[in-house]
């Protein structure tokens, strides 16, 4: 098949869900189609960008997209039933060059990645076309409304509601102009507020076997240690990362342990948590051997929506699981012998304890755990039912 794929960000380096998602896609579809990418990007590609991706795509497209027009089109959001991030990305001399690409490509199938490119080519209709919600960006948007605090956060309060609804009528609207839906989950799918949102496929996240695999040579860290792992920037990483060390940990009766904090972009929030018991590491080229030095990986997510990537590698990786259910229930596994699934910081404290002075009970839940996820969520397997759904679509 020849398919166009649109992404709202250049799908590399890896370090959020949908350039993790999107580029190893790519990479399992890569060797039995071609393939256009086109980016949404508001500043030129670089070397390794391009490195990473030319060998995946017949064609690497950046669309860019003016920093002025941007906040010019923001300055009107307000005015518009669009959600906020919709406008943020959707500009018009972009969308020109898309269309533009459309007819000379001639692609039996267009993939769209998240709501936020839909405006792009929603009324293309020469071409069947497949969106990924990925997540239920709208129920993610509401969830985080509840957790603002400070003196703005009436104000972050409104702000996000606003969003979400405005998202929750765009899942909806934009529904009907795609042939075939795909989403990561059966918990998110649930949230999509559109009538026949059952017929809307399930393509959860995988995880590279490979390189999250427990390693012989691993050498772990001198003393127990607490791993926790993501885009620091993100809200609901953040948000975790200070549940986890200002709520969590001083209720931990083991000592001497340590806490890593191990993502890219740490927001100021997250630097300041640094102490000596407490690592903040920012980027890290090789996170697998993050997994291989921890403990334990302790996520008690209380925002957000989907798959967590983050929970996948650890578990991949042989580390025993401490969990919200916020991050344990999409897996979609029952949580006995698989992790801990706690709901307050008292119960993660207690489970963590435990689990430290248990070494026996550490490995038959790793042993479990690694098993359920190198059966249920390999990538190949995941990406030839996206596979199968484009072509589908195509015919």
Not at 243 to 271: F, M, N, S, W, Y
Request: proline share 7%; with cysteine; aromatic share 6%.
């Amino acid at each position: 098949m020849n398919i166009l794929v649109l992404a709202s960000r250049i799908p590399f380096p890896l370090e959020k869900g949908d350039k993790l998602r999107l580029y190893h896609q790519l990479r399992h579809l890569a060797p039995n189609h071609d393939i256009t990418l086109c980016c949404l990007a508001d500043k030129p590609i670089d070397k390794d960008q391009t490195q990473a991706l030319s060998s995946l795509v017949t064609t690497l497209n950046v669309l860019p997209i003016s920093g002025p027009r941007r906040w010019l089109r923001m300055m009107g959001a307000w005015l518009s039933p669009l959600p906020f991030q919709v406008t943020w990305f959707t500009d018009g001399k972009a969308k020109m060059a898309l269309h533009t690409l459309l007819k000379e490509v001639e692609p039996d199938v267009v993939f769209c990645q998240l709501v936020r490119g839909a405006e792009y080519i929603k009324d293309f209709h020469e071409v069947p076309k497949v969106l990924d919600y990925m997540d239920a960006l709208s129920a993610g948007m509401h969830r985080r409304s509840h957790m603002a605090q400070g003196f703005l956060g009436p104000l972050k309060r409104w702000a996000m509601r606003t969003e979400g609804n405005r998202l929750a009528r765009y899942e909806a609207r934009v529904f009907e102009y795609f042939d075939r839906h795909v989403i990561i989950s059966r918990n998110d799918r649930l949230l999509i507020p559109h009538r026949d949102r059952d017929t809307v496929d399930i393509v959860p996240n995988g995880v590279d076997l490979k390189a999250f695999g427990p390693s012989s040579s691993a050498v772990r860290a001198d003393m127990p240690t607490l791993l926790f792992t993501g885009n620091m920037a993100y809200e609901p990483n953040v948000d975790a990362a200070e549940h986890l060390v200002k709520d969590i940990l001083p209720l931990v009766q083991t000592r001497p342990v340590r806490v890593v904090l191990a993502g890219a972009e740490p927001k100021q929030r997250v630097l300041d948590l640094a102490s000596p018991e407490v690592e903040v590491t920012g980027w890290v080229d090789d996170i697998a051997a993050e997994y291989h030095r921890a403990t334990l990986f302790v996520a008690p997510l209380r925002l957000g929506t989907g798959l967590q990537n983050k929970v996948l590698e650890a578990m991949c990786s042989e580390v025993p699981c401490v969990l919200s259910p916020h991050a344990f229930s999409p897996l979609g596994m029952p949580s006995e012998g698989h992790a801990v699934v706690c709901g307050d910081p008292q119960s993660f404290a207690t489970a963590i304890d435990q689990l430290l002075s248990d070494p026996t009970q550490q490995h038959h839940m790793a042993q479990q755990a690694k098993a359920q996820i190198q059966k249920n969520f390999s990538w190949e397997s995941h990406v030839a039912g996206l596979e199968q759904i484009l072509k589908d679509a195509a015919q």
